[in-house]
C-alpha cells in the first residue's frame, strides 16, 4: 500500500499499473497531475493466505483547500507480490478548525497558513 501511495505522489503511472491486478486494471490509466498528496495513515490490515486487504486515510490539496480519501482496498498475492484488486472509497472536504495545526505540515496554526 505504501509503495502504490508513493507512485500516486509521484505520478508513476507505470507503477500504479504494474501493482494493479490485470483482471481490474483500467486500460488507458491517467493520474491526476494536479494532486498534491501530503500524508498516508494505514488505519488496519489483514491478511489471510494470498488475500490482503488494508483500510487507509490519505491526505490531500486540491486548490486552496483539503480533502481526505478513506478508502479499504482488496489485496492477492501472486508468484510473491501483492496485486491491488478494487477497493471501497470516499472522499470528503477537511475543514480544519482555525487553531489547529495546518495540514500542510508548516507547523504553523491553519489560521495563520493556508486559510489566510
Known sequence: MRSRYSAFVRNDTTYVAKSWHPHTRP???????????????VL???A???RGRVRFRALRR??????VLEETSRFV???GHWFYLDGDSTVSNLKPGRNEPCPCGSGKK???CCAA
Open 77 to 79: 498475492r501472486e508468484d
Open 62 to 67: 486540491n486548490g486552496k483547500g483539503f480533502s
Open 110 to 112: 491553519f489560521k495563520k
Open 44 to 46: 488496519d490490515r489483514d
Open 27 to 41: 486500460t488507458g490509466l491517467m493520474l491526476d497531475d494536479g494532486d498534491d498528496w501530503l500524508e498516508l495513515t
Open 48 to 50: 489471510d493466505g494470498d
